[in-house]
């Protein structure tokens, strides 16, 4: 038998242990971690078994915490696929791993191990390489396995990790545990075939298309089969579940259940992307996506069973960067083939060990501002705050040059990462676009404050007559420890009556709250 896969490669551990560690920290939501988020993919290395947070600490996916400081990529070397996704229009990348609207190209597994070179030595802090689509990776299993083979040769220090709707999964696990992947997502929109019959019109199975709920009933055991088998090897399990109002929306508390019990490790609901230029049955049928409260509600439910991942951003599937950034027209093949490639293993691991640094520094600060909250009275009071960030995990975007704002919930658990609202650019080369601001403040507009590097007079007045206190006192500095400073000035202000608290349900008549008493 293959070593690999009864040891863990990084630690050589029997997997029975590493497995059983995985299990324990499943139940997280219950677990001590002192004053710190007690669940969720922002736990640090107290809150898991060192082997565990071995694999996750530099996955931006897997980590909510990575993800300000490091970077995936995908390869887009899978075109197939074996089955119909009624959000997906074939002429588009995979919708289960991106967002509908972007096309890929194409790449064999030589052009695709010659780009992720090139990639690691101009992005250091890129960590991991996705295979993703733009159809479903196991149904391509040549090139998906050629393509995983040649880069854990040239870089080996690159995590592996592939998204897959899971038909062909049971067929591959073996193989996938010997290229040393050690992070399979798969999607899993129903356990119960008469909703997924609703999902999928067809697969194709033993060399024939089938349909309605036999397809469902298919799909959902070949799932949760390939599920058990990876996670039986100890293979860290993410399950991606598009959340289809009317349909599935309900139902993926009882996917949730599913999972949790078979050993996912995280489960991050996206919301269904649906638009009648999409072409996809659920475009053209008017099939609507959940709103952003919608589908907090949903993954807070979940929240008590498992950890939730809430940063995914549907990235394409030949995306590159941090996630939320985009970097693959950077790196397109005639770019790639004309650059000067040299792996650089020790530089790499110079900049990562510096990026580490800073990351200890931003928790150091983070647990001294926890300290000074929780001697506060903060009386149930939470709130929400917008944060533009271009990554680090500090406060580093222009107010304008914003494509999207993180999301955080300040309470006197301190701030958790809750999300992120896309916006367009307020700032069109040197002016401020109106239209985009009006965007701006309705993606925002449950946020108490919104932190920037810096802003302009005319959009400062505008946020604040709708409710939202810019804040730029705290620009290039981190994050949590910012926010967490500027909760604790908020609950003083709201104790001497200088504004009111208005709940977030409330955030329609928050029209001037920050005019002073
Ligand atoms: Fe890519 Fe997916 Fe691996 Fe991440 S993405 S294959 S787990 S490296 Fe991440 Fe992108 Fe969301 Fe996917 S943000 S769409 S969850
Ligand atoms: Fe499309 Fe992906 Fe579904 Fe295949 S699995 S039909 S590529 S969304």
Same mark, same amino acid.
């Given at each position: 038998?293959?070593?690999?896969?009864?040891?863990?490669?990084?630690?050589?551990? #029997?997997?029975?242990?590493?497995?059983?560690?995985?299990?324990?920290?499943?139940?997280?939501?219950?677990?001590?971690?002192?004053?710190?988020?007690?669940?969720?993919?922002?736990?640090?290395?107290?809150?898991?078994a060192p082997e565990i947070w071995? !694999?996750? =600490?530099?996955?931006?996916?897997?980590?909510?915490?990575?993800?300000?400081?490091?970077?995936?990529?995908?390869?887009?070397?899978?075109?197939?696929?074996?089955?119909?996704?009624?959000?997906? /229009?074939? =002429?588009?990348?995979?919708?289960?791993?991106?967002?509908?609207?972007?096309?890929?190209? !194409?790449?064999?597994?030589?052009?695709?191990? =010659?780009?992720?070179?090139?990639?690691?030595?101009?992005?250091?802090?890129?960590?991991? +390489?996705?295979?993703?689509?733009?159809?479903? #990776?196991?149904?391509?299993?040549?090139? *998906?396995?050629?393509?995983?083979?040649?880069?854990?040769?040239?870089?080996?220090?690159?995590?592996?990790?592939?998204?897959?709707?899971?038909?062909?999964?049971?067929?591959?696990?073996?193989?996938?545990?010997?290229? &040393?992947?050690?992070?399979?997502?798969?999607?899993?929109?129903?356990?119960?075939?008469?909703v997924g019959a609703e999902i999928? #019109?067809?697969?194709?199975?033993?060399?024939? $298309?089938?349909?309605?709920?036999?397809?469902?009933?298919?799909? *959902?055991?070949?799932?949760?089969?390939?599920?058990?088998?990876?996670?039986?090897?100890?293979?860290?399990?993410?399950? &991606?579940?598009?959340?289809?109002?009317?349909?599935?929306? %309900?139902?993926?508390?009882?996917? &949730?259940?599913?999972?949790?019990?078979?050993?996912?490790?995280?489960? &991050?609901?996206? #919301?269904?992307?649906? @638009?009648?230029?999409?072409?996809?049955?659920?475009?053209?049928?008017?099939?609507?996506?959940?709103?952003?409260?919608?589908?907090?509600?949903?993954?807070?439910?979940?929240?008590?069973?498992?950890?939730m991942m809430r940063h995914c $951003?549907?990235?394409?599937?030949?995306?590159?960067?941090?996630?939320?950034?985009?970097?693959?027209?950077?790196?397109?093949?005639?770019?790639?083939?004309?650059?000067?490639?040299?792996?650089?293993?020790?530089?790499?691991?110079?900049? %990562?060990?510096?990026?580490?640094?800073?990351?200890?520094?931003?928790?150091? @600060?983070?647990? @001294?501002?926890?300290?000074? +909250?929780?001697?506060?009275?903060?009386?149930?009071?939470?709130?929400?705050?917008?944060?533009?960030?271009?990554?680090?995990?500090?406060? /580093?975007?222009?107010?304008?040059?914003?494509?999207?704002?993180?999301?955080?919930? +300040?309470?006197?658990?301190?701030?958790?990462?809750?999300?992120?609202?896309?916006?367009?650019?307020?700032?069109?080369?040197?002016?401020?676009?109106?239209?985009?601001?009006?965007?701006?403040?309705?993606?925002?507009?449950?946020?108490?404050?919104?932190?920037?590097?810096?802003?302009?007079?005319?959009?400062?007045?505008?946020?604040?007559?709708?409710?939202?206190?810019?804040?730029?006192?705290?620009?290039?500095?981190?994050?949590?420890?910012?926010?967490?400073?500027?909760?604790?000035?908020?609950?003083?202000?709201?104790?001497?009556?200088?504004?009111?608290?208005?709940?977030?349900?409330?955030?329609?008549?928050?029209?001037?709250?920050?005019?002073?008493?």
């Open positions: 038998m293959d070593d690999s896969s009864t040891f863990d490669v990084v630690t050589a551990e #029997p997997l029975d242990d590493i497995m059983q560690k995985i299990a324990e920290h499943k139940g997280c939501g219950t677990s001590s971690s002192g004053g710190k988020a007690s669940c969720g993919s922002s736990d640090g290395p107290d809150d898991m071995e !694999k996750v =600490k530099n996955h931006p996916c897997y980590s909510e915490e990575a993800h300000h400081h490091y970077a995936r990529m995908h390869v887009a070397v899978a075109p197939a696929c074996n089955i119909q996704c009624n959000y997906c /229009n074939r =002429k588009y990348d995979c919708a289960n791993e991106s967002r509908p609207g972007v096309v890929s190209e !194409k790449l064999s597994p030589e052009q695709a191990a =010659k780009k992720v070179l090139a990639v690691a030595s101009t992005i250091p802090q890129m960590t991991v +390489l996705g295979i993703a689509g733009p159809g479903d #990776p196991l149904a391509n299993p040549a090139k *998906t396995f050629k393509t995983f083979e040649l880069i854990s040769k040239t870089a080996p220090d690159i995590k592996l990790c592939l998204s897959t709707n899971g038909l062909a999964l049971p067929d591959h696990v073996e193989t996938i545990a010997r290229y &040393n992947v050690d992070h399979v997502t798969i999607t899993v929109n129903m356990t119960d075939p008469e999928y #019109p067809w697969i194709f199975w033993n060399h024939k $298309r089938v349909t309605g709920k036999e397809a469902a009933k298919i799909l *959902t055991d070949r799932q949760m089969q390939g599920l058990e088998m990876l996670t039986e090897r100890g293979i860290l399990c993410k399950i &991606n579940s598009v959340m289809i109002p009317g349909i599935n929306d %309900q139902h993926l508390v009882e996917v &949730n259940k599913a999972v949790k019990s078979r050993g996912a490790f995280l489960h &991050n609901i996206m #919301p269904l992307i649906s @638009a009648p230029e999409h072409g996809t049955v659920f475009g053209l049928s008017g099939q609507r996506g959940p709103s952003a409260q919608e589908l907090k509600a949903l993954q807070d439910s979940c929240e008590g069973e498992m950890n $951003r549907q990235c394409r599937a030949d995306a590159v960067g941090l996630l939320g950034e985009d970097r693959s027209a950077e790196f397109t093949t005639d770019k790639i083939m004309e650059m000067d490639v040299a792996y650089d293993l020790e530089s790499r691991q110079a900049y %990562q060990s510096a990026v580490e640094q800073e990351r200890l520094a931003k928790v150091a @600060a983070k647990e @001294a501002e926890m300290e000074t +909250l929780s001697r506060e009275d903060v009386d149930g009071l939470n709130i929400l705050v917008a944060v533009a960030t271009k990554g680090n995990g500090r406060i /580093n975007e222009h107010f304008g040059h914003a494509s999207e704002f993180q999301v955080y919930e +300040l309470s006197s658990s301190g701030a958790k990462f809750v999300g992120h609202r896309r916006v367009d650019l307020y700032c069109q080369g040197g002016y401020g676009e109106e239209d985009s601001l009006e965007t701006v403040i309705r993606a925002i507009n449950d946020c108490t404050a919104v932190f920037v590097a810096k802003i302009g007079h005319c959009p400062k007045d505008s946020l604040l007559a709708a409710g939202i206190e810019p804040i730029d006192e705290y620009a290039f500095e981190f994050i949590e420890q910012s926010a967490i400073a500027y909760f604790r000035n908020y609950l003083a202000r709201v104790k001497s009556g200088e504004i009111a608290h208005v709940a977030r349900g409330d955030a329609d008549i928050r029209q001037g709250a920050f005019i002073s008493a």
